[in-house]
């Protein structure tokens, strides 16, 4: 059994796969859990299947799973989470602005408070002014109607266990609700820590104001709804169960 997964949405990033790759590899070379790297290829068009492949003909541990075509960054992370073999997921961006050397501290964070879930936030953000305001907005909005208290639901890099998303409702523009929909199914030890945020240097961002904001806005409706109608059981007790095992 692998200990812990980290899971990369990746488009269109060939400039990006083989210098992430070689950073992960070096910030977990000292760290005492077993760990693979599942790289999610979201309908690229450049050569990013082309180098995960080669990737994982050179190290087994980075895995990859290639979409069809292009479903988005929450349904990549699903397909993820769904191959995912560790108890411990790790979730980053591919765009080389998360640090991955953050990573063993988050995990040690997650196992010394037995936290369900430990959220990045972004320190320094190298983004422009108008991205930065843009999600601070965004942030402080969807805080306000969900009732939560994320600082910074934006950031990617985040550590969790795998009961986490077990049963985590799938829809485009789950990724920007995540924290709150892994509460929603009663995990609620989630908390925050800082971590480094670095320029974009190769390939270009995926994202602007236009296409997220109607789309953003049709999402925390859909969450809102979410939040008062779904209802995750928790099983105390199944007595046919038990009884089936006493018979044995």
Not at 103 to 123: S, W, Y
Request: proline share 3%.
């Amino acid at each position: 059994m692998t200990d812990m997964s980290i899971v990369i949405p990746v488009k269109d990033e060939e400039e990006n796969i083989d210098i992430l790759a070689s950073e992960i590899n070096s910030s977990m070379a000292n760290l005492s859990l077993s760990w693979e790297c599942i790289w999610v290829d979201d309908g690229s068009t450049d050569r990013t299947a082309e180098k995960i492949k080669k990737l994982h003909t050179n190290d087994s541990r980075h895995r990859f799973v290639i979409l069809a075509r292009n479903f988005g960054q929450s349904a990549a992370l699903a397909v993820g989470f769904e191959n995912s073999l560790g108890n411990i997921i790790a979730t980053l961006d591919g765009d080389g602005q998360n640090d991955p050397y953050d990573i063993p501290r988050l995990i040690e964070i997650l196992q010394k408070q037995d936290a369900d879930m430990v959220n990045g936030i972004r320190q320094k953000r190298h983004d422009s002014f108008v991205r930065k305001i843009s999600s601070k907005i965004a942030n402080s909005f969807r805080n306000w109607v969900t009732g939560d208290r994320v600082t910074d639901v934006g950031c990617s890099l985040r550590v969790f266990r795998v009961q986490c998303v077990k049963r985590i409702p799938l829809f485009k523009g789950m990724h920007r609700f995540f924290p709150t929909l892994v509460r929603m199914q009663g995990f609620t030890r989630i908390i925050e820590a800082p971590v480094n945020h670095r320029p974009r240097r190769r390939g270009t961002t995926k994202y602007g104001i236009q296409n997220r904001l109607w789309a953003g806005l049709a999402d925390l409706a859909a969450v809102k709804w979410m939040h008062r109608r779904l209802v995750f059981p928790e099983i105390k007790l199944h007595k046919d169960l038990m009884d089936r095992k006493e018979d044995k």
